[in-house]
């Protein structure tokens, strides 16, 4: 049969289809189908369609379908010029401007297929072909009484007839609806093979109309200047004797022209001289941009231009790996750009070369297994508590397949039918496109209109290219990632209060890397808080590593990594002297000695193959691609030249063969030195904010964490440690964020749950007019800023009014005689009479310190284990000066985790605290067979102080539960 579907929408109309285009042209093949075409609205799926098309010989048709005025038609593009009229039309169309005389203008090399019979005139005077559709036989029959140009169309949402009853549910979801909203409907939308022969036929001969070849597409660039390749020398000249202060040697000259002549070969300069640019603008007006990230750090052009502010001469980072003559594809610079002023940088690039000519690039989200329980849970109103018993079980990366095998899983929902029902469903539906996102940093910039080149979709007014971003090169699009970057902003508002504080800027490239202070940070593994360097893990590896440079840091990033994370304990052994560095010869010592004879990076790689093997950076590159790809023949091809190069170079058969076994181990775990270089430049730069202005880095940390009590809580003990003081929230000196002054930083009002930055700025303002002086001053005062009386409580249940004499409890009972009375001054617009105060006798400690927890979600103030402190006792944060000393605390348990011993005996430990900061407790065996003491309760402890690596804690000697 020579049936041809001409009208198949895939699941790139999102939650509209079943149909995946993998599965569709596998399914075809199987059946002998020699064309397939789509019709989605978007033209999502175009690029995959002819891709995979390609695989099994089967020609792929386009076409989209479209409603406007009167006129209701599918048009196909009949070749690669209709299929750039249909791009143009769908991005019309999706901009909502889209107009009868666009499809005039945009005619040619396009069929239109209709089943609109009566205005048939209309059409053909729009288009030189037109068709028109049927599905039936009436139909036929009263097209061929108006044309003899008739084709058989019928809509494919599925491809099996079995599973038109799960189309249903796509729309619930798409509509949030559940499954009682539900109306019934009979569906053919599947692909049916089983039809007329000559309905077949006709399929098979209007398919014969279209050939869309993609012709060679050369990459859309805008030319930055009449004469680009003399500007970028010029910049690089002026730029690498500026970083040298007019001392530019012949390894620097060499190397820089080197680039240039590689970055002009392959036709790239505009792309620098637009990356230059943007980055140019963003650094006059302030914006923060990060020091450098990827290969890209490894180009002296990009250094040379201010793209990057890392040296690769001076960390041996090589161009080949950037960027590589023998492999032409784009070069990939990647920009940080500090967290909230990413869109005044994109907003330049638009403003300059065209809001036409720049778009940001989509990604889809699909169905996984979890998300489709979810939805298919609400379609089926399966109640929410069961449903978040069934996701608990479902990990990230689980699929129906594996959780088929998942017995726990498949206990739960073999309990009842509609569980089974429910994962029937899922099972369907998984993998599915359910929405349309935008990339976090992608952003193409074309010579032309994008639209010429991939379709264009909008989301909330934002223009996005409508092909993902594997696709992009290959219809001539350059993607930059411009990466909004916290740290930077964290690092930027520390910057600007010191400045402001000290009449003296922070200039980060002065820092100097060899400052003991920010040594010290890593050494000790004290990195909370400090960018790629924060986790419990890499603080405990940094202990072991015991960092004395720059250098250990670029390590530290490259080597705690999945993969190379396994040779860590081989290379602190060796570091240490407690295993030997293997010796193999002199020249690859030369390259990998520093690492302790363990290959690190990709640049060692590249070192090793050019310096032993004899083959050119270029070439190693490609080599050490393949490696990681695990691409056999290349790496046996290659492994006799490197012998013979290695020969050459004076050594034997055996050590050349060695040699390349070590490269061929390593490369799937050699890491980019050059990201390595420029990401520790970042954590190094926070570390020594860290070190030198202590209170201003830990105050952005805590503004940077308010919508996390935890992290809140865990950055408060540690700023204690440090010696700084909090001081309580008080609304005559707090703040909408914390401020900090010298050593002590101040809690913001809201902090406090219950007042949002909204009321603390009312409450900043109203404060401009001079500082509250008593309760009924502040409750009169704010009367107007629609505070009411749970905000009120709030304010004085966290003691933020302690200050005016007043107890909580006097506070709280005389707080609706001060409502009238303040009601009425605002009434009257004059000061009243106040109303007497009655005092009240306070509310007990357990009570004030439950109701500071439940607005703090910690102890701000009133810590449980205050009350019991006495004279003979230390604070937890002066633990420290007291080391291998047995010491009495007043404490609150906050955890505790239970273990057993290789011997079978059961000992804990515990994270406990004071109001200062938090510390390990631990209870051995013979003491935690009689412990009795449970997360929360207080203890008076006396305790020896003991030390591991750099972290103090407790070994309890006796504890008395209070």
């Given at each position: 049969m020579n049936y041809v579907p001409l009208n198949i929408k895939t699941h790139y109309e999102m939650l509209g289809s079943l149909i995946k285009i993998g599965d569709l042209v596998s399914f075809a093949s199987s059946n002998n189908v020699s064309a397939l075409g789509i019709t989605d609205c978007n033209l999502f799926g175009t690029l995959e369609l002819i891709d995979e098309c390609k695989k099994y010989n089967i020609k792929p048709i386009v076409g989209v379908s479209f409603e406007i005025d009167s006129f209701k038609m599918i048009l196909y593009a009949k070749n690669y010029k209709g299929y750039i009229n249909l791009l143009n039309l769908v991005s019309l169309r999706n901009s909502g401007n889209i107009t009868i005389d666009d499809f005039k203008d945009k005619n040619n090399d396009l069929i239109c297929v209709t089943d609109d019979y009566e205005n048939y005139l209309?059409?053909?005077?729009?288009?030189?072909?037109?068709?028109?559709?049927?599905?039936?036989?009436?139909?036929?029959?009263?097209?061929?009484?108006?044309?003899?140009?008739?084709?058989?169309?019928?809509?494919?949402?599925?491809?099996?007839?079995?599973?038109?009853?799960?189309?249903?549910?796509?729309?619930?979801?798409?509509?949030?609806?559940?499954?009682?909203?539900?109306?019934?409907?009979?569906?053919?939308?599947?692909?049916?093979?089983?039809?007329?022969?000559?309905?077949?036929?006709?399929?098979?001969?209007?398919?014969?109309?279209?050939?869309?070849?993609?012709?060679?597409?050369?990459?859309?660039?805008?030319?930055?200047?009449?004469?680009?390749?003399?500007?970028?020398?010029?910049?690089?000249?002026?730029?690498?004797?500026?970083?040298?202060?007019?001392?530019?040697?012949?390894?620097?000259?060499?190397?820089?022209?080197?680039?240039?002549?590689?970055?002009?070969?392959?036709?790239?300069?505009?792309?620098?001289l637009i990356v230059y640019d943007f980055i140019l603008h963003a650094k006059k007006n302030g914006i923060l941009i990060g020091p450098g990230r990827g290969s890209a750090a490894g180009s002296l052009v990009s250094y040379s231009l201010g793209i990057t502010e890392i040296d690769p001469i001076k960390y041996g980072l090589i161009f080949e790996r950037f960027l590589n003559k023998d492999r032409v594809t784009m070069p990939d610079i990647d920009v940080d750009i500090e967290y909230l002023r990413r869109d005044e940088v994109v907003s330049y690039v638009k403003s300059k070369y065209g809001e036409s000519n720049v778009a940001n690039i989509i990604t889809f989200s699909s169905l996984s297994i979890?998300?489709?329980?979810?939805?298919?849970?609400?379609?089926?109103?399966?109640?929410?508590?069961?449903?978040?018993?069934?996701?608990?079980?479902?990990?990230?990366?689980?699929?129906?397949?594996?959780?088929?095998?998942?017995?726990?899983?498949?206990?739960?929902?073999?309990?009842?039918?509609?569980?089974?029902?429910?994962?029937?469903?899922?099972?369907?539906?998984?993998?599915?496109?359910?929405?349309?996102?935008?990339?976090?940093?992608?952003?193409?910039?074309?010579?032309?209109?994008?639209?010429?080149?991939?379709?264009?979709?909008?989301?909330?007014?934002?223009?996005?290219?409508?092909?993902?971003?594997?696709?992009?090169?290959?219809?001539?699009?350059?993607?930059?990632?411009?990466?909004?970057?916290?740290?930077?902003?964290?690092?930027?508002?520390?910057?600007?209060?010191?400045?402001?504080?000290?009449?003296?800027?922070?200039?980060?490239?002065?820092?100097?890397?060899?400052?003991?202070?920010?040594?010290?940070?890593?050494?000790?593994?004290?990195?909370?808080?400090?960018?790629?360097?924060?986790?419990?893990?890499?603080?405990?590896?940094?202990?072991?590593?015991?960092?004395?440079?720059?250098?250990?840091?670029?390590?530290?990033?490259?080597?705690?990594?999945?993969?190379?994370?396994?040779?860590?304990?081989?290379?602190?052994?060796?570091?240490?002297?407690?295993?030997?560095?293997?010796?193999?010869?002199?020249?690859?010592?030369?390259?990998?000695?520093?690492?302790?004879?363990?290959?690190?990076?990709?640049?060692?790689?590249?070192?090793?193959?050019?310096?032993?093997?004899?083959?050119?950076?270029?070439?190693?590159?490609?080599?050490?691609?393949?490696?990681?790809?695990?691409?056999?023949?290349v790496i046996a091809e290659n492994r006799d030249r490197f012998v013979k190069g290695a020969c050459n170079n004076g050594l034997d058969n055996k050590t050349a063969n060695m040699i390349y076994d070590l490269v061929l181990k390593f490369a799937n775990y050699g890491f980019n030195k050059s990201h390595s270089v420029a990401y520790s430049l970042v954590a190094y730069q926070m570390a020594y904010l860290k070190a030198h202005f202590t209170s201003y880095f830990m105050c952005e940390l805590l503004n940077d964490s308010m919508s996390s009590t935890d992290k809140l809580?865990?950055?408060?003990?540690?700023?204690?440690?440090?010696?700084?003081?909090?001081?309580?929230?008080?609304?005559?000196?707090?703040?909408?964020?914390?401020?900090?002054?010298?050593?002590?930083?101040?809690?913001?009002?809201?902090?406090?749950?219950?007042?949002?930055?909204?009321?603390?700025?009312?409450?900043?303002?109203?404060?401009?007019?001079?500082?509250?002086?008593?309760?009924?001053?502040?409750?009169?005062?704010?009367?107007?800023?629609?505070?009411?009386?749970?905000?009120?409580?709030?304010?004085?249940?966290?003691?933020?009014?302690?200050?005016?004499?007043?107890?909580?409890?006097?506070?709280?009972?005389?707080?609706?005689?001060?409502?009238?009375?303040?009601?009425?001054?605002?009434?009257?617009?004059?000061?009243?009479?106040?109303?007497?105060?009655?005092?009240?006798?306070?509310y007990d400690y357990a009570y004030l310190d439950s109701e500071e927890y439940k607005l703090f979600g910690f102890y701000a103030k009133n810590h449980p284990a205050s009350k019991y402190f006495s004279g003979d006792m230390i604070y937890v944060c002066d633990a420290s000066k007291y080391f291998n000393k047995v010491m009495k605390f007043s404490v609150l348990i906050d955890s505790v985790r239970e273990i057993t011993t290789k011997k079978g005996e059961k000992m804990a430990f515990l994270n406990v605290s004071d109001e200062t900061s938090s510390i390990s407790l631990t209870v051995f065996p013979s003491d935690y067979k009689n412990f009795d003491a449970k997360k929360g309760d207080i203890l008076t402890i006396k305790a020896k102080v003991e030390r591991r690596f750099s972290d103090y804690q407790l070994t309890l000697i006796s504890y008395e539960k209070m």
């Open positions: 209309n059409y053909k005077m729009l288009y030189e072909q037109v068709y028109l559709s049927y599905s039936n036989r009436e139909d036929k029959e009263k097209a061929l009484s108006i044309s003899d140009k008739i084709v058989y169309i019928k809509e494919s949402r599925c491809i099996n007839q079995n599973d038109l009853e799960y189309l249903p549910y796509l729309s619930l979801i798409r509509e949030g609806k559940n499954i009682g909203e539900y109306d019934s409907f009979k569906s053919e939308c599947y692909l049916n093979y089983d039809i007329d022969e000559a309905d077949a036929k006709n399929t098979f001969l209007f398919s014969n109309n279209i050939d869309i070849q993609f012709p060679k597409i050369d990459y859309s660039l805008p030319k930055y200047s009449s004469d680009s390749d003399l500007l970028l020398e010029k910049l690089c000249l002026k730029g690498i004797s500026k970083r040298l202060g007019g001392k530019v040697s012949d390894i620097y000259s060499d190397r820089l022209k080197m680039e240039l002549d590689v970055i002009k070969s392959m036709n790239f300069t505009d792309y620098f979890k998300q489709a329980v979810r939805d298919i849970g609400k379609v089926l109103s399966i109640p929410t508590s069961k449903i978040d018993s069934i996701s608990a079980l479902i990990k990230d990366d689980d699929t129906h397949e594996s959780l088929n095998t998942n017995s726990s899983f498949m206990s739960l929902i073999n309990e009842n039918d509609d569980l089974k029902k429910l994962f029937r469903i899922c099972s369907k539906i998984e993998g599915i496109k359910r929405h349309t996102s935008i990339h976090a940093a992608g952003v193409v910039i074309s010579s032309d209109k994008i639209c010429n080149r991939a379709p264009i979709y909008y989301s909330n007014g934002i223009a996005l290219t409508g092909y993902t971003m594997e696709y992009l090169e290959r219809v001539g699009l350059i993607k930059i990632d411009f990466l909004a970057i916290k740290n930077l902003s964290i690092i930027l508002n520390i910057c600007k209060k010191i400045s402001s504080d000290y009449k003296k800027d922070v200039v980060l490239s002065n820092i100097p890397l060899n400052d003991k202070k920010t040594l010290d940070i890593f050494y000790n593994g004290d990195t909370s808080g400090i960018f790629q360097f924060e986790s419990q893990g890499m603080k405990s590896f940094l202990k072991s590593l015991k960092v004395k440079s720059f250098d250990d840091l670029v390590l530290a990033i490259a080597l705690y990594r999945p993969g190379p994370k396994d040779n860590i304990p081989s290379f602190i052994k060796r570091r240490e002297g407690k295993e030997k560095v293997p010796f193999i010869c002199e020249e690859l010592d030369s390259i990998i000695g520093n690492t302790n004879g363990i290959i690190v990076y990709q640049e060692q790689i590249l070192d090793i193959l050019k310096r032993i093997g004899g083959f050119s950076y270029s070439e190693a590159d490609i080599i050490r691609r393949a490696m990681s790809k695990k691409k056999e023949d809580k865990n950055l408060i003990n540690e700023s204690k440690k440090y010696g700084i003081v909090f001081k309580y929230v008080n609304v005559n000196y707090s703040s909408y964020e914390f401020i900090n002054d010298k050593d002590t930083i101040y809690y913001p009002l809201n902090i406090i749950n219950g007042i949002s930055k909204d009321n603390a700025l009312s409450i900043i303002k109203e404060r401009t007019n001079g500082k509250f002086a008593s309760f009924s001053d502040f409750v009169k005062r704010m009367y107007n800023s629609h505070f009411d009386d749970r905000t009120m409580s709030a304010l004085i249940m966290s003691g933020a009014l302690d200050d005016f004499g007043l107890n909580r409890k006097t506070m709280i009972s005389n707080l609706p005689s001060i409502n009238e009375y303040a009601k009425l001054c605002f009434k009257l617009g004059m000061n009243v009479e106040e109303p007497l105060v009655n005092t009240e006798k306070e």
